[in-house]
Each structure stands twice: as C-alpha cells, then as structure tokens.
C-alpha cells in the first residue's frame, strides 16, 4: 500500500489529465497503480474523487476543493525538503551524541574544539565514561572503543592498536630491584586504576591472557591521566596504555619493563550503531575522528 503523499501526487496526476492511462503515462507507472492509489485515496477520505466513463475522467466537486489542498500540501512538503537540503549543503547543523572513553579526553578535546569552532551550528554532545555506552537509552550516534566492539550490527572503523605497557619511572628503579618476573613484580609498590563499575581496581593483562591483581598498592586513582602523573612522580609501578606510555618511554621519563610479558593489544575503533542513512554532521565528526585517532603522533603504537 502506498503513503499517502504518493498517493496524492498520483491523484493530482490524474487530475491534470484526461485518463488514467495519461496519468500513468506522466508517472511512468501502469494504469492499474494510478487506479489502485485513486481508490485507496477515496477510501480515506470516504468521498469519490473522479467521474469516469471509458474516454475520460472528471472531478467530482469534492475533488476539485481536495486538489486545491493537495496541491498546497505538496508544495509545502517539497519546500521543507529543499530547504532542509540547502541547509545541508550550506553548513553542518545539528546534535551528533559521542561515547568517548575517558581516558582518551585529553587526546580528542582538541578534536571536538575544533569540529566546533569551525560548525558553529553543530552541537556535540560528549559522553566521557569508561563504561561502554548503551547506545539506545543513550542515543548515542558515534563512539569510540578500546576493545572489540561485539554487536555485529554496528558499523566498525578499527583506527590503531592499543598496548598496555608496564612502567616505572627511573627514580623507583633507583630505589627497587628492576623485576624480572611477576614474582618480583610483586614485591614493587604499584599505581592502580579504580574500576567505577564494580568499585575495585582493574587487573593487569599479561601474555597468554593472564590476569594479575597488584598486591603492594601505593596509590589508587579512579583517572588514567592522574595515574600516569603519578607514575611519572615516581609512585609506583604501572600497566598504562600505549599512547599514555610511549611518548615518556621516548624521553627516558618512564622505563618499560617485562616487555615480553605483555599482552596482545587491543583494536581501537570507532563505531557507528545505526545503519542506512547518514547525516552530513554525523559523517564529519566520524571522518574527524578517524583521522585523529590514525595519526600515529598523537596515537604512536611503538616506542
């Protein structure tokens, strides 16, 4: 069954025409489509709209007061969409909603100022947590994820890959034995990442899928950028991300240990979870993502 506005621009068809057959003839549709949406229009609108006979049809009175709306009708619908597209085509407007791990703010603020001080019609709306976003209840339209994204109905874009180093800073090693194992390790005062979702703090990840759960905390932190200030401080041993890592490891601020210990990285991505169209401003700020999270000098994957 056809919407109602195609049925009624088959209907003014046919009332610009001498026959059905003329009408369908303008629409490239067969004559039994225009009879078809001429009979589903009078069924709503409980009136007949068209005197026929078998050489030509006529409006009934009725339908000559109908056309007239439905010819405004049409016409206000056709200028909504033609300023809706030249709205498009001149500038980026609208809400774009973005699940962004916290731990990546600090990298992509500069991102988002930017999208924004250039689209001054475009509103991003900014969700930093390192719980993964309900995409629904949120509506969220783009996110960034460290980790496999499981639903096989987003639209993914892997972007890097994300290591997890573990560092101490030159002034700790001064003071403790460099370790050679977990064993060791454990002996080391260590910075821990709290976990907001359970309340405990998150566990390290070794080769071979192995989870470590540090012993001798020193400093707990519920922020990644904190936790690495503090690393660098010389609070303890830490399990950081290789972006947060690799640029102190090139200056000597922070030393890699155990490198054979470490486990295999993670796919960074962003994501889009609904499929079929995509608006320009959704498009722009997921391009812009894209290729800031590519750029290997803001997200290096080797010392």
């Given at each position: 069954?056809?919407?109602?506005?195609?049925?009624?621009?088959?209907?003014?068809?046919?009332?610009?025409?001498?026959?059905?057959?003329?009408?369908?003839?303008?629409?490239?549709?067969?004559?039994?489509?225009?009879?078809?949406?001429?009979?589903?229009?009078?069924?709503?609108?409980?009136?007949?709209?068209?005197?026929?006979?078998?050489?030509?049809?006529?409006?009934?009175?009725?339908?000559?007061?109908?056309?007239?709306?439905?010819?405004?009708?049409?016409?206000?619908?056709?200028?909504?969409?033609?300023?809706?597209?030249?709205?498009?085509?001149?500038?980026?407007?609208?809400?774009?909603?973005?699940?962004?791990?916290?731990?990546?703010?600090?990298?992509?603020?500069?991102?988002?100022t930017a999208l924004a001080s250039q689209h001054k019609a475009l509103q991003l709306d900014l969700r930093f947590s390192d719980q993964i976003a309900d995409v629904v209840d949120e509506?969220?339209?783009?996110?960034?994820?460290?980790?496999?994204?499981?639903?096989?109905?987003?639209?993914?874009?892997?972007?890097?890959?994300?290591?997890?180093?573990?560092?101490?800073?030159?002034?700790?090693?001064?003071?403790?034995?460099?370790?050679?194992?977990?064993?060791?390790?454990?002996?080391?005062?260590?910075?821990?990442?709290?976990?907001?979702?359970?309340?405990?703090?998150?566990?390290?990840?070794?080769?071979?899928?192995?989870?470590?759960?540090?012993?001798?905390?020193?400093?707990?932190?519920?922020?990644?950028?904190?936790?690495?200030?503090?690393?660098?401080?010389?609070?303890?041993?830490?399990?950081?991300?290789?972006?947060?890592?690799?640029?102190?490891?090139?200056?000597?601020?922070?030393?890699?240990?155990?490198?054979?210990?470490?486990?295999?990285?993670?796919?960074?991505?962003?994501?889009?979870?609904?499929?079929?169209?995509?608006?320009?401003?959704?498009?722009?700020?997921?391009?812009?993502?894209?290729?800031?999270?590519?750029?290997?000098?803001?997200?290096?994957?080797?010392?």
């Amino acid at each position: 069954m056809l919407n109602k506005v195609e049925l009624l621009r088959i209907f003014c068809a046919a009332a610009q025409s001498d026959s059905f057959k003329a009408a369908a003839v303008r629409l490239h549709i067969s004559p039994q489509a225009v009879t078809r949406a001429v009979q589903q229009l009078e069924q709503h609108t409980g009136e007949v709209l068209f005197h026929r006979s078998t050489r030509h049809i006529r409006l009934t009175r009725f339908a000559e007061e109908f056309l007239v709306q439905a010819k405004s009708s049409l016409e206000q619908l056709d200028i909504l969409f033609q300023k809706r597209q030249a709205q498009s085509k001149d500038e980026i407007a609208g809400v774009v909603r973005v699940a962004v791990p916290k731990v990546l703010r600090s990298a992509l603020m500069p991102v988002f100022t930017a999208l924004a001080s250039q689209h001054k019609a475009l509103q991003l709306d900014l969700r930093f947590s390192d719980q993964i976003a309900d995409v629904v209840d949120e509506q969220i339209d783009l996110g960034v994820r460290i980790g496999l994204v499981k639903d096989n109905s987003f639209i993914v874009r892997q972007v890097a890959q994300v290591g997890f180093y573990l560092v101490a800073s030159p002034a700790l090693l001064a003071r403790y034995q460099i370790p050679d194992n977990l064993e060791q390790l454990a002996l080391l005062p260590v910075t821990v990442l709290m976990d907001k979702g359970t309340g405990r703090p998150w566990h390290w990840f070794f080769k071979d899928a192995v989870l470590w759960s540090p012993k001798r905390c020193s400093f707990s932190l519920d922020d990644a950028e904190a936790e690495v200030e503090a690393t660098l401080a010389g609070l303890g041993v830490s399990q950081l991300a290789s972006y947060s890592a690799i640029p102190h490891i090139r200056t000597g601020a922070l030393v890699r240990l155990l490198p054979e210990l470490e486990p295999k990285a993670w796919p960074l991505s962003v994501y889009r979870p609904q499929r079929g169209p995509v608006s320009d401003r959704v498009r722009l700020v997921m391009d812009c993502l894209v290729k800031a999270l590519s750029d290997r000098e803001i997200f290096p994957e080797s010392p």
